[in-house]
T-cell receptor, first 113, second 116 residues
């Protein structure tokens, strides 16, 4: 069983709309969540991380974490065509002294003009 | 922002040969990582490296794999000999800080390796 599950696999939203992506960890050792974004031909780039319950906002991006259910979501407000990319959820093991990330399979986001 | 470079971008090699993947990490970073992504699957951790040593490796990091960063030059992943199942995209990453779970990893664009 994959330790990090993402949904949906793909998502299409109109420009200016709200995109919502989901991620769940199945292992209580994995509680520090990251969102990465990857544009075609590039490597993944960290968008934000979240560890505490509740919301964390950075510009148009808001992450929400529920630690009890190990579920994190990413909401992109006022989506732009440049937001079209592959979004990865990744988690760090809390007791690992040397950070190794465990990734989900990703969600493909398409923002149409 | 900080950039990690990877050379080459693509590599085709015959099974059994040796291949070296090169990574130019962010200049002041201290921790280095390799991840492997097979087509259609999630990216998976291979190894991390600090102060000239492998700190942690996964079961995917077979005996045929080795990493080094001689004299602060490229951080390299060498596979010798290669096998068909080594065909994948290999991503290099680097980070500056403690290496702990809050440390941001910066990724390169990947090297696409095809073993025939």
């Amino acid at each position: 069983q994959q330790k990090v599950q993402q949904s949906p696999e793909s998502l299409s939203v109109p420009e200016g709309g709200m995109a919502s992506l989901n991620c769940t960890s199945s292992d209580r050792n994995f509680q520090y969540f990251w969102w990465y974004r990857q544009h075609s031909g590039e490597g993944p780039k960290a968008l934000m991380s979240i560890f505490s319950d509740g919301d964390k906002k950075e510009g148009r991006f808001t992450a929400h974490l529920n630690k009890a259910s190990l579920h994190v979501s990413l909401h992109i407000r006022d989506s732009q065509p440049s937001d079209s990319a592959l979004y990865f959820c990744a988690v760090s093991e809390l007791d690992s002294g040397y950070n190794k990330l465990t990734f989900g399979k990703g969600t493909v986001l398409l923002v149409s003009p | 922002g900080p950039k990690v470079l990877q050379i080459p971008s693509h590599q085709i090699i015959d099974m059994g040969q040796m291949v070296t993947l090169n990574c130019d990490p962010v200049s002041n970073h201290l921790y280095f990582y390799w991840y492997k992504q097979i087509l259609g699957q999630q990216m998976e951790f291979l190894v991390n490296f600090y102060n000239g040593k492998v700190m942690e490796k996964s079961k995917l990091f077979k005996d045929q794999f080795s990493v080094e960063r001689p004299d602060g030059s490229y951080f390299t992943l060498k596979i010798q000999p290669t096998a068909l199942e080594d065909s994948a995209v290999y991503f290099c990453a680097s980070s500056f800080g403690t290496g702990g779970f809050q440390d941001t990893q910066y990724f390169g664009p990947g090297t696409r390796l095809l073993v025939l």
